[in-house]
């Protein structure tokens, strides 16, 4: 479940304990960073939102990030090797021009780049990562 709305996030994560929840926010703020630890709910942030400062503040709490509005080779490589976010959610980047990532993210999420290889291999449009699950759309 992602929404914008903190008490949508907020019903669905005490009525739904066992399903992920992101909250969508233009820019992560230490307000919205406490309100997502308190609430045991890792952040979706614009692109314009997140920097590496933000990222260590999350893991810090014990959170990941995911990123979106990653619309460029240039910030898909800022976000996945740089930043070291966990999800990316894009409009039109296509996985068979993307290069690889060929380091592990800041994230240690150790099996992405198999992950990156095999969505570039069947040409999917997309990736979500669970675990080591991941869908097309």
Request: a negative charge; charged letters at 25%.
């Amino acid at each position: 479940y992602i929404s914008f709305q903190a008490g949508s996030v907020e019903y669905i994560r005490k009525n739904y304990p066992d399903y992920k929840v992101q909250y969508l926010m233009n820019e992560l703020t230490d307000q919205k960073l406490q309100w997502c630890k308190n609430h045991t709910v890792n952040p979706s942030v614009n692109i314009g939102g997140l920097d590496l400062a933000g990222m260590k503040a999350l893991k810090e709490a014990g959170l990941d990030a995911a990123v979106w509005c990653v619309n460029s080779e240039a910030n898909y490589l800022k976000f996945a090797r740089d930043i070291g976010v966990y999800m990316m959610t894009c409009d039109y980047l296509y996985p068979d021009e993307m290069p690889e990532v060929d380091y592990p993210w800041i994230g240690n999420i150790p099996v992405i780049n198999k992950l990156l290889k095999k969505v570039k291999m069947q040409r999917l449009n997309g990736l979500a990562y669970d675990g080591v699950e991941f869908d097309h759309y």
